[in-house]
């Protein structure tokens, strides 16, 4: 493991060109590995429960 102080353009132009560096194929790999890894990633969302549900309101005066 390599620790490295550089701001975040020096970050992001070095992960652009070792990510050019690859061939089409590998790319496209590390693509699908990421979108992976983001689908496993934790996040917190609002479950609607009346979602798939038919929801009748009736208002009486």
């Known amino acids: 493991m390599e620790i490295r ?24 790999y590390s693509f699908l590995r990421l979108s992976e890894r983001i689908s496993k990633f934790p996040v917190k969302y609002k479950v609607d429960k009346n979602k798939d549900n038919f929801v009748i309101i009736i208002k009486s005066r």
């Open 5 to 28: 102080f550089q701001t975040k353009e020096e970050s992001n132009k070095q992960q652009q060109e070792e990510f050019l560096k690859l061939s089409k194929v590998e790319r496209f």
